[in-house]
């Protein structure tokens, strides 16, 4: 039962254009929200995160939306940068941590 | 630098064997889970251990097992293995409270069964 979901495998996006990676959820009842980011041959590691009781939050390129009446999320990257690529997971909290299977970003120089 | 640090970063091994993953947490972190991450899949939850008790099990097979010390490091035993139980395992950490709600992931083992 696949509780949190990234249905886009890849993007690919023009450096200094936006990145938009979208997740999406069935649980209601989670509590937090993250994005995490992985480079080849590392661990993931945390990027951004959002409370449920927040709809926005944002650090520095990284903007996160909550949409919970749709029961979505999304990560927004402006300027996307080539060091933006990787792959990223969103990530759903309630007693334990749901990750969706990732999304490739590539960022064309 | 996560501050979690798995070992071995490498294992290859046959069908049928046993082996043990070791994780050590971040300083002062007391929750360790363990995920399994597939090819072209997502990070599958297997369990999360809290200061040596279990705390939630995910979809972790009977054939698995794991543990955590009183010096909070965890060890992920894997028998019997299949073909399919290559893959990569990822130890991650947490404090007991965050502001962000975070997980500190190591390096992961990479399991080979050949």
């Known amino acids: 039962d696949q509780q949190v979901k990234q249905n886009s495998p890849s993007l690919s996006v023009q450096e200094g254009r936006i990145s938009i990676l979208n997740c999406d959820y069935t649980n209601s009842m989670f509590d937090y929200f993250l994005w995490y980011k992985k480079y080849p041959a590392e661990g993931p590691t945390f990027l951004i995160s959002i409370s449920s009781i927040k709809d926005k939050n944002e650090d520095g390129r990284f903007t996160v939306f909550l949409n919970k009446s749709a029961k979505h999320l999304s990560l927004h990257i402006v300027p996307s940068q080539p060091g933006d690529s990787a792959v990223y997971f969103c990530a759903a909290r309630r007693n334990q941590f749901y990750f969706g299977t990732g999304t490739s970003l590539t960022v064309i120089p | 630098d996560s501050g979690v640090t798995q070992t071995p970063k490498h294992l290859i091994t046959a069908t049928g064997q046993r082996v043990t993953l070791r994780c050590s947490p971040r300083s002062g972190d007391l929750s360790v889970y363990w995920y399994q991450q597939s090819l072209d899949q997502g990070l599958q939850f297997l369990i999360q251990?809290?200061?040596?008790?279990?705390?939630a099990k995910g979809n972790i097979l009977e054939r698995f097992s794991a543990q955590q010390f009183p010096d909070l490091h965890s060890e992920l035993n894997l028998s019997s293995l299949e073909l399919g139980d290559s893959a990569l395992y990822f130890c991650a950490s947490s404090a007991l409270r965050t502001d962000t709600g975070e997980l500190f992931f190591g390096e992961g083992s990479r399991l080979t069964v050949l």
């Open positions: 251990y809290y200061n040596g008790e279990e705390r």
